[in-house]
């Protein structure tokens, strides 16, 4: 009961990567940055075993960001030549590479860092994704013209690397689409036929994470603008209730979603955020396991999942740990008191 997890990202160790950083650079060249990546991507590893998180992630510290770090294996793709686009439906401008081809593979994604993870932990290990909707949000289409035909064809090249994933001795296999709360009418309409695509053919667990961003400052502006009640999930969640994909990861703690949206998941695993990833206080256990017992009001207990509201990547490494620590005794605590 209440398998503890967490989003996916991590912060990267000062001898990776700048600190604190969303896009961080690498500080490290050639063999001393790929040793570099494994030796955080361990040390992670062991992090969120000692905090007692039972689906464990490699943190992303081979990925400079949860999009371009994929879209780096990807051709058809022009990175040379950026261009400044407004992304999240304008929520900020961001120097985006440019879709100028039929996009491929050039090879694998992740198979370095997803088997490093797997052959150093006995626990169920989750690997992310970016989400088809979130790629093309973090893109310029110059080629495919229509938003719902690039995330398609992008769903396709999501669906081979996670299928390889899977045979790389993944467990959980996770789409972010922290777009779909940016345009959550095309979420409902096409958004989960392109996870449908992602998924095709898996037998692992299948997540999509959809939250209100990294905790940086252009999404806390964002969310002062949201009013009250912050009821984006509402329009997508009957859909995504009927969908083929396993389990939902969103924000709860701190937010202003209100907590009934969970109960439109009917049938999902549900990934409570627990951990608020915009704020640099430590959750006391006793928090965590509180959270917990107000989403069991609207979620059956035996599909309640303890999380972090979103990644943790540009967040300071000490409180990072400290919140995967809160995080798994929250978790045994809500156990205890809940079972
Ligand atoms: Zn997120």
């Not at 400079?64 to 929520?91: T, Y």
């Not at 989750?126 to 088809?132: A, M, N, R, Y």
């Not at 398609?152 to 709360?181: H, R, S, T, Y």
């Not at 965590?288 to 509201?309: H, Q, R, S």
Request: hydrophobic share 40%.
């Amino acid at each position: 009961m209440f398998d503890a997890t967490l989003a996916g990202s991590l912060p990267k160790p000062f001898w990776l990567a700048e600190t604190n950083r969303l896009w961080p650079q690498w500080k490290a060249e050639g063999r001393d940055r790929e040793t570099a990546k494994r030796d955080a991507t361990l040390l992670w590893l062991k992090a969120q075993e000692d905090a007692g998180l039972d689906i464990v992630s490699d943190g992303e510290q081979s990925r400079q960001h949860f999009v371009h770090g994929f879209l780096e294996f990807v051709d058809g793709i022009d990175r040379a030549n950026k261009v400044e686009m407004g992304i999240r439906n304008n929520r900020y401008t961001a120097m985006v590479p440019q879709v100028r081809g039929k996009l491929s593979m050039k090879g694998r994604a992740h198979a370095t860092e997803a088997r490093l993870a797997r052959a150093h932990t006995t626990r169920k290990l989750k690997f992310t994704l970016p989400g088809p909707m979130t790629i093309c949000d973090t893109v310029a289409d110059r080629h495919y013209g229509e938003r719902r035909k690039m995330a398609m064809a992008f769903a396709e090249l999501l669906n081979q690397e996670a299928k390889a994933l899977e045979k790389d001795g993944v467990d959980v296999i996770q789409f972010d689409e922290p777009a779909f709360n940016a345009f959550t009418e095309d979420a409902a309409s096409w958004g989960i036929d392109c996870l449908h695509c992602a998924i095709d053919g898996l037998k692992c667990t299948t997540c999509v994470h959809i939250c209100y961003g990294y905790g940086i400052k252009q999404n806390i502006d964002w969310k002062k603008t949201l009013g009250s009640e912050w009821r984006q999930y509402q329009d997508f969640f009957p859909a995504l209730a009927k969908s083929r994909i396993d389990q939902v990861s969103l924000e709860c703690t701190h937010s202003r979603v209100p907590p009934d949206m969970m109960a439109l998941l009917g049938g999902k695993d549900v990934l409570v955020g627990v951990i608020d990833v915009a704020s640099d206080q430590v959750e006391t256990p006793e928090e965590v396991a509180d959270t917990i017992g107000l989403a069991m009001k609207f979620v059956p207990k035996e599909k309640i999942f303890a999380c972090t509201n979103c990644g943790l990547a540009p967040m300071d490494r000490e409180i990072a740990k400290r919140k995967l620590q809160a995080l798994g005794a929250g978790t045994r605590l809500a156990r205890q008191r809940y079972a």
